[in-house]
């Protein structure tokens, strides 16, 4: 079946720096991949959608100088969160749609295993 | 302003039970409604899928209701057992493109004692 990864699964660092996450689809292209963010106890919170060739598109409230997403390739997007501070420490999951892996419509999006970004 | 609402943080149930999740929306109209089960420190995984025309889907002990006009999806897991305990989030997707977003409930974190 279709994957989807994720790298690193883990990373700390200092405050003040950036952090590059990346998600790959590994046997599909994946035109259009999601990213999300989950805070301890809570939900995942859609961030942005990543659409290959363009922009990306952000949800409402999210910096999107912040949140430095690329779409360069047909099976890679990168999310980079820039000036990283405490408050950004969270878990991020990408995922994209099962259409792009020769699924239904109706099947479950095929989700990363997330990103733990902890910054100092 | 639209809204998805798992109505318990927190459930706490006997094994062998029945665990009941909700989940209500609000200004949405969904195409469909998916449950998933999320693990500590792991993605979300996929475990049902019902369409907006369908009332009710099952899949070995678990069941899923979709009810429009209340805007509310119920999740039940009958016998329920310890490795059962996991958090369960409900998802609509509002449209029918392959760039529909999912949209994730808060939660509901389920724990059955032995």
């Known amino acids: 079946g279709a994957v989807v990864s994720q790298h690193p699964s883990r990373v700390i660092c200092k405050s003040g720096t950036s952090v590059k996450i990346e998600c790959r689809s590994l046997?599909?292209?994946?035109?259009?991949m999601f990213w999300y963010r989950q805070f301890p106890k809570q939900s995942l919170m859609l961030m942005a959608t990543?659409?290959?060739?363009?922009?990306?598109?952000?949800e409402q409230g999210v910096e999107k100088d912040k949140f430095l997403i690329n779409h360069a390739s047909l099976t890679l997007s990168t999310l980079t969160v820039t000036s990283a501070h405490p408050e950004d420490s969270s878990f991020y999951i990408c995922?994209?749609?099962?259409?792009?892996?020769?699924?239904?419509?109706?099947?479950?999006?095929?989700f990363g295993p997330g990103t733990r970004l902890t910054v100092l | 302003s639209q809204k998805i609402e798992q109505n318990s943080e927190a459930l706490n149930i006997q094994e062998g039970k029945t665990a009941t999740l909700t989940c209500n929306y609000t200004?949405?109209?969904?195409?469909?409604l998916q449950w998933y089960r999320q693990d500590p420190g792991r993605g979300p995984v996929f475990l049902l899928l019902?369409?907006?025309?369908?009332k009710e889907k099952r899949k070995e002990r678990l069941k899923v209701t979709f009810d429009t006009t209340l805007k509310q999806s119920l999740f039940h897991i009958t016998a329920s057992q310890p490795a059962d305990s996991a958090t369960y989030l409900c998802?609509?997707?509002?449209?029918?493109?392959?760039?529909?977003?999912?949209?994730f409930g808060s939660g509901t974190r389920l724990s059955i004692r032995p």
């Open positions: 995922s994209a749609p099962p259409q792009l892996a020769g699924g239904d419509i109706t099947d479950t999006q095929y």
């Open positions: 046997d599909f292209q994946a035109t259009t």
């Open positions: 990543s659409n290959e060739g363009s922009k990306a598109t952000y």
């Open positions: 200004n949405y109209s969904p195409a469909y």
């Open positions: 019902i369409r907006e025309n369908e």
């Open positions: 998802a609509l997707v509002p449209g029918y493109s392959s760039a529909s977003k999912i949209i």
